[in-house]
């Protein structure tokens, strides 16, 4: 019978470690053409806004899709996974927490590529539920001793900052402008939902490593074209989702002053077929939109585990 996990049991057996390795594996197999990942599509009524992501990973034998509702009351995201074989329903999952964290796990493995080894402090504009995730990652790939923070709300930023403190044992500090956030950091990440860009490009330090996650729709723009002109390699997850979403991109390829093969899939990096960090000094960036096989390849691992652990509940169908 096909298995539901909820939150509860996915946040009780997900961690970042085993994000990193599935969602690095993920971009292996698609660089290798053994995976398939189709764009987001988005159907949109004035109230709500369904959002879907499927794909397939045959060496796991599962194919299936991300749903998602977003709706002035919330945003609601379940996982369905099937069978690739057989064409059964194996699993359905709810993914709040799942999609958080692949998320942040894809900027992890970004950086885990393309940061300098000896990258040691972070900046990140967010202090959301998405940049906890995206600190986690990225101090799971570099050995961090400080990351700066700056976000809107100063109440709120001051209690993440003293949380994140005490759970990740390094020193989380708040940021008093978007330039104390850039000046002096080895990584800059941005995890916003922010229409124009958060800094400019004369902050930068060479050598910096950028994650750019919020900008995934037109409308959404974190990292202005002076900085994205001074980037090398461009690294996105995805060259044709890239082409559909960057909010960051999308200006400068429509202007030509960017082209399409100037882009450089995160998976190339990862099996050896495009450059990743050439120089120490050079500057270089992840576009991260998200894809299917991110979130189906952490679920497929969560049952495994369930099934093992006997987590979850049979549903009635998908045998």
Not at 136 to 162: G, H, N, S, Y
Not at 256 to 279: F, H, K, M, N, Y
Request: a neutral charge.
């Amino acid at each position: 019978m096909a298995l539901f996990l909820s939150e509860q049991d996915v946040t009780g057996m997900l961690t970042m470690p085993l994000a990193l390795a599935e969602v690095e594996a993920a971009h292996r197999a698609l660089s290798l053409r053994q995976a398939q990942d189709v764009p987001r599509q988005r159907t949109r009524l004035p109230q709500t806004t369904l959002h879907v992501l499927q794909g397939a990973l045959p060496q796991l034998d599962v194919i299936g899709y991300k749903a998602y509702t977003s709706n002035r009351s919330g945003v609601r995201f379940l996982v369905h996974l099937y069978q690739a074989s057989s064409g059964r329903l194996l699993a359905v999952l709810e993914a709040d927490r799942l999609g958080m964290v692949r998320t942040a796990a894809a900027s992890g493995v970004a950086t885990r590529w393309l940061a300098r080894p000896d990258a040691r402090v972070a900046g990140v504009f967010g202090a959301g539920w998405q940049a906890e995730g995206h600190i986690e990652a990225i101090a799971a790939a570099r050995p961090l001793q400080r990351v700066k923070v700056f976000a809107r709300r100063a109440d709120r930023l001051q209690t993440f900052c003293a949380r994140l403190s005490q759970r990740l044992d390094i020193e989380v500090s708040a940021a008093a402008s978007p330039e104390e956030v850039v000046r002096g950091s080895d990584i800059v990440s941005t995890v916003t939902t922010a229409a124009t860009p958060l800094f400019d490009a004369a902050w930068l330090a060479p050598g910096t490593h950028i994650n750019a996650a919020g900008s995934n729709s037109l409308i959404r723009q974190e990292v202005a074209e002076d900085v994205v002109r001074r980037c090398s390699p461009i690294v996105v997850d995805s060259v044709e989702t890239a082409l559909r979403e960057a909010g960051d991109l999308l200006p400068l390829l429509e202007k030509g002053r960017l082209q399409a093969r100037e882009l450089v899939e995160l998976g190339d990096v990862i099996c050896g077929l495009q450059p990743g960090r050439s120089t120490a000094e050079a500057i270089t960036l992840f576009e991260s939109q998200g894809m299917a096989i991110q979130d189906l390849a952490v679920a497929a691992r969560l049952v495994e585990m369930a099934r093992v652990r006997g987590v979850g509940v049979e549903l009635p169908h998908g045998g």
